[in-house]
């Protein structure tokens, strides 16, 4: 049973960090794609980051490119999601997603091309 984990949410002043992780288990963690979304009050869910299995090549979306980054450790089972210079609209659950890579797609950075999902975590940036 393949389950993710995150952590590392919470509350914080605009303009500060925060670092979330995701620990997988069951499954064999190296031979999967990452990403991390999130999901706002009334909004749908939306793309943030994505890693390739290899770590290679990492995808941030626009509007966290260059506060954002996205990294994984194998030999932890690991992804994170480094967060700097946080912003209100940052505030959302942030959710951690896995799926085993395939060379018939590139990353995905789409919410309907991953099979597994975490049950997310609280991330409240106040002004």
């Known amino acids: 049973q393949v389950q993710l984990v995150e952590s590392g949410g919470g509350l914080v002043q605009a303009g500060g960090s925060l670092r979330l992780s995701c620990t997988v288990s069951?499954?064999?963690?190296?031979?999967?794609?990452l990403g991390w979304f999130r999901q706002a009050p009334g909004k749908e869910r939306e793309f943030v980051a994505a890693?390739?299995?290899?770590?290679?090549?990492?995808f941030h979306a626009n509007s966290v490119k260059g506060r954002f980054t996205i990294s994984r450790d194998n030999a932890k089972n690991t992804a994170n999601l480094q967060m700097s210079s946080l912003k209100p609209e940052d505030t959302a659950v942030y959710y951690c997603a896995a799926d085993p890579s395939s060379f018939l797609r590139s990353v995905p950075t789409v919410t309907n091309e991953y099979g597994y999902w975490g049950q997310g975590t609280q991330v409240t940036v106040s002004s």
């Open positions: 890693i390739s299995w290899t770590g290679g090549s990492t």
């Open positions: 069951g499954t064999t963690f190296s031979r999967l794609d």
